[in-house]
């Protein structure tokens, strides 16, 4: 088998947390503690899964739990 291209999709943030992919690619987000809880609060399980890694984190988290963490 040949693997000719290779398609990467990510979710789309919401506007209301878009800044979430400047905050991850930063290593800010290590000693803030208010946005490792927003990331726990969209997805604990997934946030563990990764190894609290926020670029994979964002790469994986789903359309719909990014939409839901909007709405609390």
Avoid: C, H
């Avoid at 991850?24 to 490792?36: D, F, I, K, P, V």
């Avoid at 809880?37 to 997934?46: G, M, P, S, Y």
């Amino acid at each position: 088998m040949y693997m000719f291209n290779r398609i990467t999709v990510n979710p789309q943030l919401p506007k209301r947390i878009n800044r979430l992919s400047e905050i991850a690619n930063n290593l800010w987000w290590t000693w803030n503690s208010e946005y490792l809880r927003l990331f726990k609060l969209i997805d604990i399980d997934l946030w563990e899964t990764v190894g609290k890694n926020p670029v994979k984190f964002l790469k994986l988290v789903s359309q719909e739990k990014l939409e839901d963490a909007t709405r609390k």
